[in-house]
């Protein structure tokens, strides 16, 4: 079983910069693909990042230029660098990771963005 915790929320004004940070208990190397979704209250959780074990990745287009999905092989570790932040990125961050086929998630973070 993949574990997942993540860091790194908090509340930031618009235009403002945000780290996120996933820690996994897995290999990064040894995972199908990691990502990091967003949820908000009564919304369906979507897509903001995904990268792959070779370093690929994918944007929601809505997000890319301002949004970065890395990973530190060595540390195990996900990151979500969140730039020129606007208040309609508040929601709940997850991190997600893919394993033989299985889903994982972590509790998740959130962001807020206010002013």
């Known amino acids: 079983q993949v574990q997942l915790v993540e860091s790194g929320g908090g509340l930031v004004q618009p235009g403002g910069s945000l780290r996120l940070s996933c820690a996994t208990s897995h290999n990064i190397g040894s995972l199908n693909y990691m990502g990091w979704y967003r949820q908000t209250p009564g919304k369906q959780r979507d897509r903001v990042a995904i990268?792959?074990?070779?370093?690929?990745?994918n944007y929601n287009d809505t997000l890319k230029g301002r949004f970065t999905i890395s990973s530190d092989n060595a540390k195990n570790m996900l990151y979500l660098q969140m730039n020129s932040l606007k208040p309609e990125d508040t929601a709940v961050y997850y991190c997600?990771?893919?394993?033989?086929?299985?889903?994982?998630w972590g509790k998740g973070t959130l962001v807020t963005v206010s002013s």
């Open positions: 990268i792959t074990s070779d370093g690929s990745t």
């Open positions: 997600s990771a893919v394993h033989r086929n299985m889903n994982y």
